[in-house]
Nanobody, 113 residues
């Protein structure tokens, strides 16, 4: 059993920064990867950033050079710089194990122009 709780969302001006945090608890041993997704209403969730258990990372083209994913033990972070209005969406933390996927409750990011 794994529980994920996101925090750090909020309202920022375009060009500003936020750092999202995801606190994982429970049986996270031997996880495959953790990531951040975002979802526009009416559309499927889009993967923003991924970090594998080995530490390798991958980013969506739209956020490369602006967002950085990192992990420190049971917490995963998404440093978001140079934010744009199009980054406005709910962000979700995700953890994948071999046969199970876990999701956090989501945190809203709003970027004003």
């Amino acid at each position: 059993q794994v529980q994920l709780v996101e925090s750090g969302g909020g309202l920022v001006q375009a060009g500003g920064s936020l750092r999202l945090s995801c606190a994982a608890s429970g049986s996270i041993f031997s996880f495959n990867a953790m990531g951040w997704y975002r979802q526009v209403p009416g559309k499927q969730r889009e993967r923003v950033a991924l970090i594998s258990s080995g530490g390798s990372t991958d980013y969506a083209d739209s956020v490369k050079g602006r967002f950085t994913i990192s992990r420190d033990n049971a917490k995963v972070y998404l440093q978001m710089n140079s934010l744009k209005p199009e980054d406005t969406v709910v962000y979700y933390c995700n953890l994948k194990k071999t046969i199970t996927t876990y999701w956090g409750q989501g945190t809203q990011v709003t970027v004003s122009s």
